[in-house]
């Protein structure tokens, strides 16, 4: 705290303290309270340079997203070298002091429509810093959320991706919705510019092909193809019409770095980044998809198996008054079901054998229950062999005389049958 400002504070302190025992007491909440000031700026500070390693800038906003839209709450100081704005400039402002001519409407749009919702939302645009310059800014919204739930504010992580094509840089399509980036990041894709030429890739492609990032920057889609298959990927892309691309699906044969030929089904497409054109192809391994197809259906044989002679078995929970839960009793169908012997149970408890997903929920059933309330869950119990079979598992409380105290929890566990 400045000395002059120091003194200040201390004289008003002093003046309004009834006596020396009150104003010795305020000067060390005083002292307290500026030290949690100073550990929570430094603890924001590091927030900052750790979130700055993946992100250019955080920026949070108010829930209000009616006009003139949601007001700016805090900036980092990432946001105030990528844009140009100080803090003071932004405070109480809307992001639309970064918008201009360029700003596409359809993404904004989309945006809106999305937090409206109360969902995430990832895309891009071109937007505008201070001075007027453009660039193209990659968003990330996430709601924040209080103790209760309740969605509070936006917060916007914004990375500036004007320069991206980078050999080996992922190149985003607008188009693709936040809640499908994480099944398009599954697919095996590489992207071209309209002379063919490898822009980026995911790794899926660039472990099934063999090469790396910078070996592919230097080559042409075609290089990676067997002679027969060169010409048709010429032509396509000899006078490249984005028209001419959509939907349409191609089998070539790639030869990856080590020769093995792998024949691929390839469905193009395309979407405007920047301004240029960039094509798509994903790629499907039919040889890896055929060897999938015969694991599941192996797999959909033992469940068949296991349906014919059993469906269902049941457990017993008592709770000591630690307030520990445990399993005393397994009926003999478990093993029959689940090819598990009963110690996995009694031994580890539930959390050894159902899906890591269900865990929490299957606790939380049979926390109430010892309270008296009755439940059923959807969850999946691995098998020996590492499959998960769908169940319908009950938790019936069992009383205990005419005090109700609950004496222990019955559950029935049903194999579900579902259709496909």
């Not at 109360?118 to 990330?140: C, L, M, P, R």
């Not at 990375?159 to 809640?179: A, H, L, Q, V, Y």
């Not at 012997?341 to 580890?348: D, F, Q, T, V």
Request: aromatic letters at 8%.
């Amino acid at each position: 705290m400045n000395s002059k400002l120091e003194n200040i504070i201390l004289e008003q302190l002093r003046q309004y303290s009834k006596d020396e025992a009150s104003y010795v007491q305020l000067k060390d909440l005083l002292e307290d309270l500026l030290t949690k000031q100073e550990d929570t700026e430094r603890q924001l500070s590091l927030l900052e340079q750790a979130t700055r390693t993946d992100y250019d800038s955080i920026l949070i906003t108010d829930l209000n997203l009616d006009k003139p839209g949601p007001k700016i709450v805090y900036v980092n100081e990432g946001f105030t070298e990528m844009t140009g704005y100080t803090k003071e400039e932004v405070l109480g402002k809307t992001p639309r002091i970064l918008q201009g001519e360029k700003t596409d409407r359809f993404v904004l749009d989309r945006l809106v429509n999305r937090l409206t919702h109360g969902e995430a939302f990832f895309g891009h645009t071109i937007n505008y810093k201070k001075d007027g310059s453009e660039f193209v800014n990659q968003w990330d919204i996430h709601p924040l959320t209080n103790k209760e739930g309740e969605v509070t504010h936006w917060v916007s992580y914004q990375r500036d991706i004007t320069d991206r094509k980078e050999p080996g840089r992922m190149i985003f399509d607008s188009e693709i919705g936040f809640e499908n980036l994480y099944e398009e990041s599954k697919k095996t894709y590489v992207d071209l510019d309209s002379k063919g030429n490898i822009l980026s890739s995911n790794n899926e492609f660039r472990e099934l092909i063999g090469y790396d990032a910078g070996e592919l920057g230097e080559l042409k889609i075609w290089d990676l193809i067997d002679t027969d298959g060169q010409k048709e990927v010429k032509y396509l892309f000899s006078d490249f019409d984005p028209k001419n691309t959509v939907s349409k699906s191609y089998v070539w044969v790639f030869l990856n770095k080590s020769g093995e030929r792998l024949n691929l089904e390839v469905n193009v497409h395309y979407f405007i980044n920047n301004g240029d054109n960039v094509v798509r192809l994903h790629l499907v391994n039919h040889t890896l998809r055929d060897k999938v197809i015969a694991s599941l259906k192996n797999k959909k044989k033992h469940l068949e198996d296991i349906l014919a002679h059993n469906d269902e078995f049941s457990l017993r929970f008592v709770q000591k008054n630690s307030g520990e839960i445990n399993c005393k009793y397994v009926s003999d169908n478990f093993t029959n079901v689940t090819g598990h012997s009963p110690e996995a149970i009694l031994k580890g408890g539930v959390k050894e054998v159902l899906h890591k997903d269900d865990i929490d929920e299957a606790d939380k059933a049979l926390k109430r229950a010892f309270k008296g309330e009755q439940s059923t869950i959807h969850c999946k119990y691995k098998t020996a062999e590492g499959d998960f079979i769908p169940t319908l598992q009950s938790f019936k409380p069992e009383s205990r005389g005419v005090s109700n105290d609950v004496k222990s929890v019955k559950s029935v566990v049903m194999i579900e049958m579902r259709k496909d």
